[in-house]
């Protein structure tokens, strides 16, 4: 079975800062990697996802996440954050596209 | 383009009721997901709906139930309500053949008493 394990519950980090949301997975097979952004009161939006190729993908948004797989992480990363960056993040793993498997959610709040 | 949408967006029930939630998914999808979020967790897969089958499902029991109707739109049906079974219910569609992407709707926040 596959599981995901998202280190942080809360970041908190001060405007223009960098951050860095972790996520670590575990599964026995390939898998397919995303994060998804969640604002107050609704649904998720995917920020971005590794399916194959490249290691390093981005957002349109300047967030990019790295594929490590000798340490099974699919880590967040962003150089300067916006107040509206301050939202709930949700990494999550695939293995067929079936079904995904969510962490528990890190909660990013940028403060001015 | 449609997006994905889910009535009703928020519901009371008490303990042992009945309740059906509805999703539209986004045009030209043909698969829907199930999950539910409780309070400070992430989405828990419920099941998968492919072309009207179930094509899936997470741990849990079977008073969870699902349909799926031709033009792709699907039900949550939850029989003998727990005070557990509070939580934000998300319904996501996807086009089957990829392996990428889920499309969320807003949820169904569902509160037992």
């Known amino acids: 079975a596959q599981s995901v394990t998202q280190l942080d519950s809360q970041v908190p980090v001060f405007e223009e800062a960098p951050v860095e949301l972790r996520c670590n997975y575990s599964s026995s097979v390939s898998v397919y990697l995303f994060w998804y952004v969640q604002y107050p009161n609704q649904g998720l939006q995917l920020l971005l996802k590794y399916l194959s190729g490249s290691t390093l993908v981005e957002s349109i948004n300047g967030f990019e996440a790295e594929f490590n797989k000798s340490q099974t992480s699919f880590h967040l990363r962003k150089p300067s954050v916006h107040i509206s960056d301050t939202a709930e993040y949700f990494c999550a793993v695939s293995v067929s596209g079936n079904q995904f498997y969510f962490g528990t959610g890190t909660s990013l709040t940028v403060i001015p | 383009e449609t997006g994905v949408t889910q009535s009703p967006t928020h519901l009371i029930k008490t303990r042992g009721q009945q309740v059906t939630l509805r999703c539209s998914s986004q045009?030209?999808?043909?698969?829907v997901s199930w999950y539910q979020q409780a309070l400070g967790q992430g989405p828990q897969f419920i099941f998968q709906y492919y072309r009207e089958e179930e094509n899936g499902r997470g741990n849990f029991p079977p008073r969870f139930s699902g349909l799926q109707f031709p033009n792709y739109s699907s039900e949550l049906n939850v029989n003998a309500l727990e005070l557990d079974d509070s939580a934000l219910y998300l319904c996501?569609?996807?086009?089957?053949?990829?392996?990428?992407?889920?499309?969320f709707g807003e949820g169904s926040r569902l509160t037992v008493l």
């Open positions: 996501a569609s996807s086009l089957r053949t990829d392996a990428g992407e889920l499309f």
């Open positions: 045009s030209g999808h043909n698969t």
